[in-house]
């Protein structure tokens, strides 16, 4: 499904894809506009989510160019009101046709790694089942900016692993030290994980969050009602005095979510 880029981010996410041709050149396979931009519509911290399909991997000259000048061009969420914060995925067409299992990606750009670009350190390309999910959204709606439409790029990966790969980051969130500092997100990322593992259907952050919000008891629709606010710009919250809560969440979401 292809759509408009909706008006109020088309310079930034030109100015982005300029960038990202330029650096990557004739490696360049396609550029993708996915996530709030194209379903569920655009909430005051939402990102601006690009995926850069390449045919060559990155040298380390491109990866840090790519990071350093994204820098310039995205703005911490909340911090402009002209720009929004860029997350850019960059993946090796061969890691997705045919699919590898868990997929590589080869750079990802996201503002929680301000300070890190900042002081030159990126991260190497790493396996991430993350590229199964953004898939299967890009493939249900997506803008392409570069490239062809995704359905005539990409094949949908097979729903073990599309299993696999939503369930993935339940085992990633095992203790306080490993939800402290992004509690909004994380409860919202299960409250979107519940939906899509009971629905067989993806959905924006904050729709999840209303599906889910009636089927919780009140101290854990309490946390999540918190975590949506804060998504939509309605509230700030402090995390630091909700973190109890937050954990007890996240336990409650991942006994209960389906397997």
């Not at 509690?183 to 009971?198: C, G, K, Q």
Request: hydrophobic content about 40%; glycine content about 4%; proline content about 7%.
């Amino acid at each position: 499904m292809t759509l408009p880029i909706p008006p109020s981010i088309q310079c930034q996410t030109e100015a982005a894809c300029r960038l990202i041709t330029r650096v990557t050149g004739d490696t360049l396979r396609a550029i993708h506009l996915y996530g709030s931009a194209v379903a569920g519509g655009l909430k005051p911290n939402s990102d601006i989510d690009l995926l850069v399909t390449i045919c060559q991997p990155l040298t380390e000259t491109q990866r840090a160019t790519l990071m350093q000048e994204l820098l310039a061009l995205s703005s911490p969420p909340g911090a402009s009101a002209e720009k929004r914060a860029l997350e850019v995925t960059v993946v090796l067409y061969s890691q997705l046709v045919p699919w590898c299992f868990p997929p590589s990606r080869e750079m990802q750009f996201g503002e929680w790694l301000r300070e890190d670009i900042y002081q030159g350190i990126y991260e190497p390309a790493q396996q991430d089942w993350d590229i199964v999910l953004l898939i299967t959204q890009i493939l249900e709606t997506s803008i392409p900016l570069k490239g062809e439409r995704a359905e005539r790029l990409f094949t949908p990966a097979p729903a073990a692993q599309l299993l696999k790969a939503l369930r993935y980051p339940l085992d990633l969130w095992q203790s306080t030290a490993d939800v402290q500092g992004d509690e909004y997100h994380i409860v919202l990322t299960l409250a979107r994980i519940w939906y899509t593992l009971s629905t067989g259907r993806f959905t924006s952050k904050d729709a999840a969050a209303d599906w889910l919000l009636p089927q919780l008891p009140e101290e854990y629709a309490a946390t999540l009602r918190a975590a949506q606010r804060e998504y939509l710009g309605l509230e700030q919250q402090d995390w630091h005095i909700l973190l109890t809560a937050v954990v007890r969440f996240v336990d409650f979401a991942k006994a209960h979510i389906p397997t």
